[in-house]
T-cell receptor, first 114, second 110 residues
Framework: EPEVTQTPSHQVTQMGQEVILRCVPI?????FYWYRQILGQKVEFLVS????????KSEIFDDQFSVERPDGSNFTLKIRSTKLEDSAMYFC????????????FGDGTRLSIL | QKEVEQNSGPLSVPEGAIASLNCTYS??????FFWYRQYSGKSPELIMF????GDKEDGRFTAQLNKASQYVSLLIRDSQPSDSATYLC??????????FGGGTRLMVKP
């Protein structure tokens, strides 16, 4: 069964550094998403991406964050000047053509900011 | 008012029993409803989705939706210890984004 893959599984970074989280969505999916989950808290939406542009973003997704689809398979989340509170699990998800269809999640990247 | 609300649990049921998980949502314009299972330290795994009022069954799982009352539920029949996890209700309100509840922790005791 096709799946969303994310790398790395765990990223440790010094505060103030930039990180790039990578995702390969399911191949025939057209909508891509990033969510995060701080330990013990709810899964929170960050951003959705369709047709090479952001279609929606949350209040969390400020100028510190950016997303990119650098090629035909990868989808990346860049976090600039990381802060301690950016420590969380970051999940990539994708869905088929229609936006209300189920979103399938990758295994996540655990980001630890020191 | 919380957008998507779930009882945090834990909900404890004996093996073989029916587990009933409930979720309420605040936005009447919500269009699609999802149940995800999340094991500790793992990612959300899609279990069921439902778009219309009524019941939808898939194996041991039944999702129930009542838009008038703004609630959605998940029934797990013949519960197994491997069903022990946190169950997340997620709602697609009017756009691409999913709004998640805090999850209900289910414990199935042998």
């Amino acid at each position: 069964e096709p799946e969303v893959t994310q790398t790395p599984s765990h990223q440790v970074t010094q505060m103030g550094q930039e990180v790039i989280l990578r995702c390969v969505p399911i191949s025939n999916h057209l909508y891509f998403y990033w969510y995060r989950q701080i330990l013990g808290q709810k899964v929170e939406f960050l951003v959705s991406f369709y047709n090479n542009e952001i279609s929606e973003k949350s209040e969390i997704f400020d100028d510190q964050f950016s997303v990119e689809r650098p090629d035909g398979s990868n989808f990346t989340l860049k976090i600039r000047s990381t802060k301690l509170e950016d420590s969380a699990m970051y999940f990539c998800a994708s869905s088929e053509q229609l936006s209300y269809q189920p979103q399938h999640f990758g295994d996540g990247t655990r980001l630890s900011i020191l | 008012q919380k957008e998507v609300e779930q009882n945090s649990g834990p909900l404890s049921v004996p093996e073989g029993a029916i587990a009933s998980l409930n979720c309420t949502y605040s936005d009447r314009g919500s269009q699609s409803f999802f149940w995800y299972r999340q094991y500790s330290g793992k990612s959300p795994e899609l279990i069921m989705f439902i778009y219309s009022n009524g019941d939808k069954e898939d194996g041991r799982f039944t999702a129930q939706l009542n838009k008038a009352s703004q609630y959605v539920s998940l029934l797990i029949r013949d519960s197994q210890p491997s069903d022990s996890a946190t169950y997340l209700c997620a709602v697609n309100r009017r756009s691409n984004m999913l709004t998640f509840g805090g999850g209900t922790r289910l414990m199935v005791k042998p």
